[in-house]
């Protein structure tokens, strides 16, 4: 089979989307796929490049001065027939609602080939992320869902990752079935195991404190100031805890104000943006994992702290109660609460026999999101979409 994935956020932008993407590319060439991934320009100038196992085209862009690590491409309806017309895919899976997700969609469906969207944002997500707009929130929440009504309705199916990101997202005028399938996370990767000794010195992290961790994007509608908030709790109430906080993005200067001002500075370290292979490492050094985010429609970064076997402290709202179970793998805490915040870590702090239980939990669960249990299922519904074009095109002969 040949598959065109199309997508806005790719490789090596360090975002979920981005990350959701490869792996799916990665997989899919792993069991046999001609695969090849539309993405913009990392340099501005079109050019090509092979990741692993499959084809990167990447298109013309240009940055943007308000969101870290993102570019924009411009595309022409002309280009993105040429290189469908170059591939031939049999399928084209869209992960983006931008201009290479929209380009490739419109090419795509006046060629005849069926598409596959997956939905991976919610329009606050935007807003949050985009300072200059919040006094256009709402008109503008409202163009995005327009927005993404309209690459949608090109699509023959579209995916989301979790059953509580299709009750999140207003699906009624779709005419695309929606399904939830899981993006996946390669477990050969994230698993249980020791750091490397020496990560603990390339990033000043002591080595004789229990590790909090956030690891994703440093971005404001995270809420890592809560999270942060909670930590000077910690602090007052004496208990020995290190909060290692991995990632970049715009909210990383209103945080370090924040540390400052509460006095953390010896509390917290910000590794910033960091390689594949010390982020799988940064998984496992951690003690405790959280997630103070309210807007995740999967929370993939959260996945792998689960597969890494972390015990999790997490905000009960999008699909993040999917992921954490109070009780079972960690605690599910109500959003921009502080105080139940600083309990929960309290109680994981206090409790090493209770982290370690919950740990194995975390690896059970995380196994439901294998990428070799996901990629079949993407095959299924590929085969589904191209069979039902071929019958839709007969008819219409």
Not at 219 to 229: A, L, R, T
Not at 260 to 280: I, N
Not at 327 to 335: D, E, S, T, Y
Request: proline share 5%; net charge neutral; aromatic share 6%.
């Amino acid at each position: 089979m040949r598959i065109l994935i199309a997508n806005d956020q790719h490789w090596p932008m360090k975002s979920g989307v981005a990350t959701a993407a490869r792996t799916m590319a990665q997989g899919l060439a792993e069991n046999g796929h001609t695969v090849m991934v539309v993405a913009p320009s990392q340099t501005g100038r079109g050019y090509k490049e092979v990741d692993e196992n499959y084809e990167i085209t990447r298109i013309r862009s240009f940055g943007l001065t308000f969101r870290k690590n993102f570019r924009v491409s411009v595309t022409y309806d002309r280009e993105m027939r040429r290189i469908l017309n170059e591939f031939k895919p049999d399928v084209v899976h869209v992960h983006t609602q931008f201009t290479v997700g929209l380009g490739i969609l419109r090419a795509a469906v006046h060629q005849g080939i069926p598409v596959v969207a997956t939905n991976h944002v919610m329009p606050d997500n935007m807003i949050k992320n985009i300072k200059i707009l919040a006094p256009v929130s709402r008109p503008f929440s409202y163009i995005l869902t327009e927005y993404g009504a309209l690459l949608y309705r090109g699509a023959k199916r579209i995916v989301m990752p979790t059953k509580s990101a299709i009750e999140l997202f207003n699906t009624d005028r779709i005419e695309a079935p929606a399904l939830a399938i899981s993006n996946g996370i390669n477990l050969d990767r994230f698993k249980p195991g020791k750091p490397k000794p020496e990560l603990f010195t390339k990033f000043k992290i002591p080595r004789d404190k229990t590790l909090i961790t956030y690891i994703g994007r440093v971005d404001e509608e995270k809420h890592i100031h809560i999270m942060v908030q909670a930590l000077e709790l910690l602090r007052w109430s004496g208990k020995d805890f290190h909060a290692v906080i991995v990632g970049d993005g715009n909210a990383r200067e209103r945080l370090d104000e924040l540390i400052s001002t509460l006095q953390l500075e010896d509390h917290v370290t910000f590794t910033g943006l960091v390689s594949d292979d010390d982020l799988v490492q940064l998984h496992r050094i951690g003690d405790i994992y959280v997630m103070p985010s309210p807007t995740e429609l999967q929370c993939l970064a959260m996945l792998e702290a689960m597969a890494s076997g972390k015990p999790v402290v997490a905000v009960d709202a999008g699909a993040l109660g999917e992921l954490c179970i109070t009780g079972k793998n960690g605690h599910l805490i109500a959003v921009d609460d502080i105080e139940a915040m600083a309990k929960a870590l309290v109680d994981l702090l206090d409790h090493p026999k209770k982290r370690a239980t919950y740990a194995k939990n975390s690896v059970k669960i995380a196994k439901k999101h294998d990428v070799k249990v996901v990629i079949p299922e993407f095959e299924k519904l590929y085969e589904r979409v191209i069979e039902e074009n071929q019958q839709s095109q007969q008819l219409d002969q």
